[in-house]
């Protein structure tokens, strides 16, 4: 009789684990599909960045609820599981404070949306395209292939810049010519510059500016307006195009340097040219009578 109750409790605990595999293995396979259906119906409402996340919260929910009924399955009582999970909960949120916070600022860039999944976004000095934006990090790939992960803490304390929020750019070309150049000559050049570059917008127009006098030149700060995509091919083809502009017409860029004027009431400096000296001789022996001995 005994042997008998002891193969029948065998028999209905193999029973309940081939129920929590089977639950445990639809579950992945019904949280795979819903996931996905809700990834598509969502794609065509909402930003990439939120489609993503309904994808994840679909699949973490079918799968939990799947999870918690495998559970009850083999026995345990789902309020002792959510009592023992809130209970593990507070525990790691005092036992890590930085991933609560970390957690809690992701909110607030889900919330904020400062940028989205495939901007290009500058933080510090990593600049790269978002990857995937985490409720922990976010992670970038910088233009050199590398993969940089940021914690979403970092940067809300930071200065974060979106280079890919806006469909034009502006690219500011700082640049000095020598002081006897005509400042309205070389406006004209430049001009004409941009107007046969064919990635340099109409609209807005070209800005030239004379920003100050220098130490060695004339300050001037061109900005021109193109297109994001073409952003980097302007900034090379305008400074190559500028640089044989002015060798063709004659105007010089100037590197720094330094001019010593005494003053009309004072004598010039003297100036000496002195010729090269000969190498000097090869050191000779003193005199006999000063050895030693």
Request: proline fraction near 5%; include cysteine.
């Amino acid at each position: 009789m005994l042997d008998s109750l002891t193969s029948l409790a065998e028999l209905d605990g193999v029973i309940a684990v081939t129920r929590a595999i089977l639950m445990a293995t639809v579950g992945l396979l019904v949280a795979a599909l819903a996931a996905r259906g809700a990834h598509k119906v969502a794609f065509k409402h909402f930003s990439a960045h939120h489609s993503t996340m309904i994808r994840r919260l679909v699949y973490w929910l079918i799968l939990g609820l799947f999870a918690a009924s495998a559970l009850r399955q083999l026995g345990f009582s789902l309020s002792v599981l959510l009592g023992a999970a809130g209970v593990l909960s507070v525990a790691i949120g005092f036992a890590s404070q930085t991933s609560a916070s970390n957690l809690i600022s992701g909110l607030f860039l889900v919330g904020e949306r400062p940028f989205e999944l495939g901007d290009i976004i500058r933080v510090g000095t990593t600049t790269g395209e978002v990857l995937s934006i985490d409720l922990l990090s976010v992670k970038l790939r910088t233009f050199d292939n590398l993969f940089v992960r940021i914690p979403n803490e970092s940067l809300i304390k930071t200065e974060m810049t979106n280079l890919t929020r806006f469909p034009i750019r502006r690219f500011d070309l700082l640049i000095g010519v020598a002081y006897r150049e005509d400042i309205g000559r070389v406006r004209d050049v430049l001009l004409t510059v941009a107007d046969k570059n064919p990635l340099c917008l109409d609209d807005p127009a070209p800005l030239f500016i004379f920003t100050g006098f220098g130490e060695s030149a004339l300050n001037i700060q061109f900005s021109v307006w193109a297109k994001r995509g073409s952003f980097l091919e302007l900034r090379n083809s305008l400074q190559q195009a500028v640089k044989e502009a002015f060798d063709a017409e004659g105007i010089e860029i100037p590197f720094p340097h330094r001019t010593l004027y005494a003053g009309s009431e004072t004598e010039p400096f003297p100036v000496r040219v002195v010729a090269e000296t000969p190498a000097r001789d090869a050191p000779t022996e003193g005199p006999e009578e000063s050895r030693p001995g």
